[in-house]
T-cell receptor, first 109, second 112 residues
Framework: GIQVEQSPPDLILQEGANSTLRCNFS?????LQWFHQNPWGQLINLFY???GTKQNGRLSATTVATERYSLLYISSSQTTDSGVYFC???????????FGTGTRLQVFP | DGGITQSPKYLFRKEGQNVTLSCEQN?????MYWYRQDPGQGLRLIYY???????QKGDIAEGYSVSREKKESFPLTVTSAQKNPTAFYLC???????????FGPGTRLTVL
């Protein structure tokens, strides 16, 4: 099945800094999602982005499907951005959404 | 997502007991999923169902069972055969007409 890898595993930033999180996947996908898991465990949908670029406030994401990677950009980070960011992908002919192991982000004031 | 509810939020179980976790949705979505998350790890798929009265095993189905008698409900039973049941359990839904999945708030199960 499809493999999903995220980097870096951990990221420590000072408030106001920018960051880029990467997600590599091993097969063609018809679903690529980015999630933020808050301290209570809730998974918040950030982007549904199997291809192209999207922006939502300080966050944006780009998926280059032909090269099998996706990037999540966080600009002007805030302490509330702290948590774990997951990438998940689904390949064609399957109903399984496969998760990466996440990037743990800590933003300090 | 406000349309997906999981109960209870916290659950404690004695070793050797079966326990059932609830997942309900009012989004009229066809597909429902159960995932398990261990500390510091990603999510792993336990079972999923695309329509009522049908479900398939995911990657870690051993020691778990499910039913899908109604479109709105997809309960997960953690049986005594599951060797390491202490974990965070998340339910998700997906509509047929699009691919995006949405998650419930989760249930933390602790085996004492």
């Amino acid at each position: 099945g499809i493999q999903v890898e995220q980097s870096p595993p951990d990221l420590i930033l000072q408030e106001g800094a920018n960051s880029t999180l990467r997600c590599n996947f091993s097969d063609s996908v018809n679903n690529l999602q980015w999630f933020h898991q808050n301290p209570w465990g809730q998974l918040i949908n950030l982007f549904y982005i199997p291809s192209g670029t999207k922006q939502n406030g300080r966050l944006s994401a780009t998926t280059v499907a032909t090269e099998r990677y996706s990037l999540l950009y966080i600009s002007s980070s805030q302490t509330t951005d702290s948590g774990v960011y997951f990438c998940a992908a689904r390949s064609y002919n399957t109903d399984k959404l496969i998760f990466g192991t996440g990037t743990r982000l800590q933003v300090f004031p | 997502d406000g349309g997906i509810t999981q109960s209870p939020k916290y659950l404690f179980r004695k070793e050797g007991q079966n326990v059932t976790l609830s997942c309900e949705q009012n989004l009229n979505h066809d597909a429902m999923y159960w995932y398990r998350q261990d500390p510091g790890q990603g999510l792993r798929l336990i079972y999923y169902s695309q329509i009522v009265n049908d479900f398939q095993k995911g990657d870690i189905a051993e020691g778990y069972s499910v039913s899908r008698e109604k479109k709105e409900s997809f309960p997960l039973t953690v049986t005594s055969a599951q060797k390491n049941p202490t974990a965070f359990y998340l339910c998700a839904v997906r509509g047929v007409s699009y691919n995006e999945q949405f998650f419930g708030p989760g249930t933390r199960l602790t085996v004492l």
